[in-house]
């Protein structure tokens, strides 16, 4: 959208207009992203979007008064508590604030993008400009732990309570094996039935309505498609994003990728 | 929610309407609910077409043949053979006999189908191509930088995010203000008075 933009302010007459091509996914490999107070709350808070929201002041200064959902680490610390944060390829988006917006909301930044994390975005003002704006405030102790779960996919079922179906089989749940025969004949969940992605659209007449149906295969791929098509035609459905590996005897090993 | 209430509905009359056969067919066209075949952000260059879909590639799944294509909310899922076309995707060196695994999810595609018994069929995958900018108009992300570092009114530039303001929200480049491309008409106040001045925009890169 960007070369368009320029394209259409050229023709305004502008005479030096650029194109930075590269754009957010180039620039955050190396620099933070900067956002206000106010698109912190609507953007993420509000919207429940997940994030890793940092709180870079002296433990006691936030215990003062802080943003809800903040976890505390001074910005001198953010090196040697690495650990805590999530795995680099969650990709967790990472907000830092400070008291106003300034060098230790930088320095927390700088350290997490020199070790690879991105996005990592600064807010504008910090604590101040929070509280400037009328936004909630708490006090206390801060969680000193980073909890970041990412978004399910529309239709995910947790891996826990995939296992606990597969465990016990309830008569209203119909586990939906959708990988294909070779697959299905080296061995499947007990209580499965197999039906593969291909077919499904065929095979609806085969496939209980009154049942909840909770369909896998074998990375989760071919499941969210067969989930998009049971759900299309009515059906109660969720699917397994996860891999699986199941014996000849049916035991089954579930991974998140 | 809403849209599914409306796809069971229709569900309902067309299986109601079904059971007359002689004008069925027809009128269950017009009652079947009807997905959208163009991502907002494609729509912005792009008129839907019959037989053509363009969303954001969401997953391929080469053991049954299927691509899962995302336009916007909806999700579209079409099956393929060895005749399927391919245009403007370079095949990962580990996978070359399955291009479409390097295809990144999100990436705008176009897709090209026949549909039969309500079942599609993808003849054509043609990921979207960056737009041509002159390499003289091009700057780096180091040229950048070192605008931002001097600000504003010491850099004597205006940078532009013309990524959507949900997008932008989310987080820019520092220093630059957000003017999403469809509003570019309503927001033009928002650009220098001085027509010599350096203007740079930026969105979400080439991908």
Known sequence: MSPDS??????????????????????????????????????????????????????????AGFIKGAVSIAAADIEKSLAKFPPKDKKAPIMIYDQKGGDDAVKAAKALIAVGYAPVDIVSGGFDAWKAAGFPVQTGKLAETIV?????????????????????????????????????????????????????????????????????????????????KLKEKGYNVQFLNAKVEINDKGEFKIEKP | MLLKCISTFSFAVALTIGMFAGQAVAQEKAAAPTKPTVAKVCGNCHQPQPGTIRGNFDSVAYKTRSIQVKIDEATEILRFDDKL??????????????????????????????????????????????????????????DVEKLVAQGPEKGKYLLIDARPLPRFQEGGIPTAINIPFPAFEKMKDKLPADKAMLIIYYCAGVT
């Open chain 1, 148 to 228: 970041y779960v990412p978004k399910p996919r529309p239709g995910e079922m947790s891996i826990d309570d995939f296992a606990k179906i597969a465990k016990t089989t309830p008569a209203d749940t119909l586990i939906l094996d959708v990988r294909n025969r070779d697959e299905g004949n080296a061995g499947m969940i007990k209580g499965a039935k197999l039906v593969p992605d291909e077919e499904i659209l065929d095979r609806f007449s085969e496939i209980p309505k009154d049942k909840k149906i909770v369909a896998h295969c074998s990375t989760g791929v071919r499941a969210e498609m067969a989930y998009h």
């Open chain 2, 85 to 142: 076309k391919i245009e403007n995707v370079q095949a990962l060196v580990d996978s070359p006999d399955q291009p479409l695994r390097s295809l990144k999810k999100g990436k705008e595609v176009r897709i090209d189908y026949t549909e039969k018994d309500g079942k599609k069929f993808a003849t054509l995958v043609s990921a979207k191509t960056p737009i041509k900018v002159a390499p003289e108009k091009m700057v780096k992300t180091e």
């Open chain 1, 6 to 63: 320029a394209r259409r302010a050229e023709k305004l007459g502008y005479t030096n207009v650029k194109v930075y091509v590269d754009g957010t996914p180039e620039w955050v490999k190396r620099n933070y992203l900067v956002l206000s107070t106010q698109f912190l709350k609507e953007a993420w808070i509000d919207k429940d979007i997940p994030h890793v929201l940092l709180d870079v002041r002296a433990a006691k200064d936030a215990e």
